[in-house]
């Protein structure tokens, strides 16, 4: 194995609907492997830049939809930490819904954590994948779990998260996301509360970080 497969970044995928709790897997992933060198990317920091439009236009916006994200940009930025190359994060407002004017510095790292709900959506993007996840739940458990979010982290109103839901994010789900679970390497139902398999894909990380030569 070359110098250069030993030091690049092994990249997990972690996918599944709004609410499906990859939030919560992806970081249960991250405190077990606390010790090596890990970080968390989250897809929803790559929403297209929408400065140009008012905000009745933004609002508008189906953010469900593939088109909402600047994957281009995810894709660059993931290559260049796959190439041990530096990168300046965009930050992404969403009570402005658009981009911040600010970045984020962001050093390569040993295991790099991609989340987000259409992260196997783009071929491109699961082809720079070590492991792809998805996370399959109920979809009664993950509107409460987005309403929950919505209202307390991103200062949404009740009726505009759920209108929301019934205009764009279930029809996406079943049209975009759902989907791509026939590209995951492993399936997780129940989310963070799956310990057997998360402990599993921390257990096949450790194995390859050992194939490439480090010291566990």
């Given at each position: 194995m070359s110098t250069e497969q030993k030091r690049r970044p092994i990249i997990i995928g972690v996918t599944g609907g709004s609410g499906s709790g990859k939030t919560t897997v992806s970081k249960a992933i991250y405190n077990q492997l606390k010790g090596q060198d890990i970080q968390i990317i989250t897809q929803d920091t790559y929403y297209n830049d929408q400065a140009e439009m008012t905000m009745a236009e933004r609002k508008q916006v189906n953010y469900d939809h593939p088109l909402a994200f600047d994957t281009d940009l995810l894709i660059q930025q993931l290559?260049?930490?796959?190439?041990?190359?530096a990168i300046e994060m965009p930050v992404y407002d969403y009570k402005a819904y658009t981009r911040s004017q600010e970045t984020v510095h962001v050093e390569p790292t040993e295991i790099i954590i991609l989340e987000g709900i259409l992260i196997l959506d783009d071929e491109r993007l699961r082809d720079l994948m070590d492991i792809k996840v998805y996370v399959d739940t109920d979809?009664?458990?993950?509107?409460?779990?987005?309403?929950?979010?919505?209202?307390?982290?991103?200062?949404?109103?009740?009726?505009?998260?759920?209108?929301?839901?019934?205009?764009?994010?279930?029809p996406m789900f079943h049209q975009f996301v759902?989907?791509?679970?026939?590209?995951?390497?492993?399936?997780?139902?129940?989310?963070g509360e799956n310990h057997v398999a998360i402990d599993l894909l921390t257990t096949k990380v450790r194995d390859i970080l050992v194939k490439r030569g480090h010291t566990l």
């Open positions: 290559t260049d930490l796959r190439h041990n190359r979809d009664d458990i993950r509107i409460i779990r987005r309403i929950k979010r919505d209202m307390d982290e991103r200062g949404r109103s009740l009726d505009s998260v759920i209108n929301q839901y019934l205009a764009t994010v279930k759902e989907p791509t679970k026939r590209y995951a390497d492993i399936i997780v139902p129940e989310g």
